[in-house]
């Protein structure tokens, strides 16, 4: 990380300086927001923690609870997340609390016993990313959320004991068009309301949203009638897999997963009960914790489970619904009007907690708005990019619920279903060859969006094959030149709503004078029709929207920092200190070569463009300027 840009800070360098003018908790509401966001799950947070780094943009976050979550809800962090979360700055953080899910093992009765081990797999395939799939207490999700917003400079905090109670959008108005009524839940103060006028709102309040009811929204599906039950317990156990991910199919009794939590020793059990009446809802059961414990100690037998102590539990019906548009903004009106209102997470779509991804995709919607937000809000990009975003995030949440359809059938077969051995299951049961062939979804790498604006055609994939369009930018291991630091190449992509444009050097090229990276590099920094110096303001840094980075094939060793480009050596801040972290090379030492693993045109060589959200954005020969200027004059204003 980077730091003493602007002068020399001690202390905490995650403690950034604080802007002034900014709401604190105790001082009056803000009579008018840039954005309001409403709730404070994954969702929220995700969003709040990347606008409270922009000291522009005026942020309030409402959550109807009085206090922070503290325990309970989701768990599973798959490796798409962790990547993310390495671009907030503390993937390495969650990586050292949480459990790592390395196999996943699968029990069926067998021939010899009432339940036997068929099967194990390994839970992330090699080389798919460079982080693990973890498991922990989402309260802890929020927390690393919360210290990052606490941290920025506007020093945002959640108002809790508010809701979103309607909403009302002027449409002639240029200016905070967005009339919010927020309604106290405090004891002693429900019923009371204030009124606060934001540019923005994102409704991030859940599967019973009021934000969405507000602009005419409703969630279609189905349900699958069926009850679970989830528990965070302490226990002692005689089953063999207590620490690892378990599916747990008993004879007659339905089936369970043991998910082991961080600490060593709480586990997480969900559980299969009732099937549901049509039109009947879990609370009409009357059901509870001592339900829950009952039927896994079946399901497990003849395994004993002792419960030495119960953190949490619930009981949830399974549901399958999406809403028609993530924004407020009719089909038939997206030429004429942007949106206002943005719909994330649970309020725009529901499933099951079997494949583990609902939290993944509600924090994926809103790093993917907040860049654009961000762009907006700042004058680089004019508000038609958020139509972006439902466009995108809709047809990946499509794709989950779908994928959870087929998945819940799987998981909810007979024992007779999972032992039928055929050469089509490669002699395993079926729910474990369906997982393994599913692995690249729930590590949630599968996500491609469509070509637009933001994803260029693929007229040049060849050039790097390993980079897919549309895909997430998959990191590989670099050498940093300047210092010689062995890195992830995908690790300078943080979360600051920047765009990065990675070139990579066709062989023989050593950034020189008269090469074509240097040739490119001068482009970039000097020609009126650059990107960089069209979409750039006036007294920013080179780098402030567009970050270019280069690659080269040669060692460390046989490379001359100083006579890179001055575009991979910038002077930025307010003293014009040198930025040393622009230019990388392959790993030689290690024998691992990022052109190799990603497929890459050694003596061509090409660009990499990648969104700030950490997609592929458009792949694009060393010679393609004007290709480079048009993908950027398509989403950016011209600034300079």
Known sequence: MQYHLNGFKAGDPDVLAAAPDHWRAGDPLPEKVDVLIAGTGPAGLCLAAQLAKVPQIRTMVVEPKLVPMEKGQADGINVRSMEMFQAFGFGEKMARESVWINETTFWAPGTKAPLDRVARVQDVPDGISEMPHVLINQARVHDMFLDVMRNAPTRLEPTYGMKVQTLVIDPTAAEYPVTVTLEHTAPGREGQTATVRANYVVGCDGARSNVRAAIGGALHGDAAHQAWGVID???????????????????????????????????????????????????????????????????????????????????????????????????????????????????????????GQGMNVSMGDTFNLGWKLISVLTGRADAALLHSYSGERRAAAKGLVEFDHKWARVVGGTATDDLAFDPSTAGMPVVARAFINNLPFTC?????????????????????????????????????????????????????????VFIFAP?????????????????????????????????????????????????????????????????????????????????????????????????????????????????????????????????????G
């Open 507 to 639: 062989a023989n090229d050593n950034g020189g004078p008269g090469g074509t990276v240097a040739t490119l590099c001068d482009w970039l920094e000097n020609d009126p029709a650059s990107p960089l110096r069209r979409h750039t303001a006036p007294g920013e840094d080179v780098d402030a929207v567009i970050d270019t980075r280069a690659v080269f094939q040669q060692g460390f060793r046989d490379l001359d920092y100083a006579a890179m480009p001055t575009l991979l050596r910038p002077h930025v801040g307010r003293y014009g200190l040198c930025d040393y972290e622009k230019v990388f090379c392959v790993d030689a030492k290690r024998g691992e070569d990022i052109f190799a693993a990603r497929g890459i045109d050694k003596s061509a060589g090409c660009m990499v463009l990648v969104r700030p959200d950490q997609y592929v954005g458009h792949i694009l020969p060393l010679h393609a300027r004007a290709e480079l200027a048009a993908y950027f004059a398509a989403i950016l204003r011209v600034r």
């Open 233 to 355: 317990l302490l226990a002692v156990t005689d089953f063999p897999d207590w620490r690892m991910k378990s599916f747990v199919r008993s004879q007659n009794e339905g089936i369970l997963m043991v998910l082991p939590r961080e600490g060593g020793h709480l586990v997480r059990l969900y559980v299969e009960l009732d099937a549901l009446g049509e039109h009947e809802r879990v609370a009409e059961r009357g059901m509870n914790a001592d339900d829950i414990i009952a039927k896994a100690k079946r399901i497990l037998a003849p395994f004993t489970l002792e419960v030495k102590e119960v953190v949490w539990w619930s009981i949830y019906e399974i549901g399958h619904r999406l809403t028609d548009k993530f924004d407020d903004v009719p089909v038939a009106e997206m030429a004429t009007r942007a949106p206002r209102v943005m719909l994330a997470g649970d309020a725009c779509h529901t499933h099951s907690p079997k494949a």
């Open 444 to 500: 949630g790498l599968t996500i491609q969006y469509e070509p637009s604006a933001l994803v260029g055609a693929a007229t040049h994939q060849a050039l790097a094959t390993g980079f897919d369009l549309g895909k997430r930018f998959h990191s590989a291991p670099v050498i940093r030149l300047a210092d010689a630091k062995p890195m992830q190449l995908g690790h300078c992509i943080d979360a600051d709503a920047r765009f990065r």
